[in-house]
């Protein structure tokens, strides 16, 4: 089965392809497929925000297709920046300074108040527009410094116990994370379709 991945994040692309690869499923990034296509992801949820995704890219190309849409959780700042995560301090704000912004934010809170989570909600569609919703979280804690070297977006700062998820190896990371638990609970729904 081929699916047409509704994102323009290469680390989600790598993640989607690794984690279907063992079930059969080929992943196209949207980028093969519709490179032209933008959508504004003007919801207020990561359930709304992913549908937007996928049907537009659904609409276009009439396939399967999976989107995910997904952020941070910080429980001291009252689960910020989570469907804004992508946003925060603004879009083409890189990475390190996301983090930086973040940790500054963060810097008078003490261990056991830096809980966070990550969510992933995914959005499938089918060729004939059956849609599949799951959803996938993990819980850990924000650090107090970059750590590791995988990964992508905010993965360096976020603790699954004594490591961030930047020094997991990819095996470890899908095995616990947010997007690993979601896209295995959607194959598992897709095996009972076919
Ligand atoms: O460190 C991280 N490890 C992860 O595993 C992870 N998953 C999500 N995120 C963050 O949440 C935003 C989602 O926003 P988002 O769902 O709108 O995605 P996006 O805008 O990057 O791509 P698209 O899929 O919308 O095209 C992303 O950009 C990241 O900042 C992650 N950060
Ligand atoms: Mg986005």
Redesign the pocket.
Known sequence: MKVVA????K??IR?FTRIFAPFGIEVISQSQVCPELEVE?NGTT?EE??FL?ANAVHQHTKTAVV??????CVDALGGAPGVY??R?AGEDTP?PE?IRLLLEELKDIPDEKRTAR?V?HICFIDENSNRIDVEGVCEGNIGYEPKGEN??????I?MVGEKS?SELSDEE?DQC???GKALRELTKRLGQHL
């Open positions: 509704a994102t323009g994040n680390g989600k993640e992801e990561f925000n992913s995704k989107a995910d849409d997904s952020g941070l995560s992508a925060y990475y996301k990550f992933a990964g992508f977006g905010y993965d360096p976020f998820f990371k994370s947010h997007r």
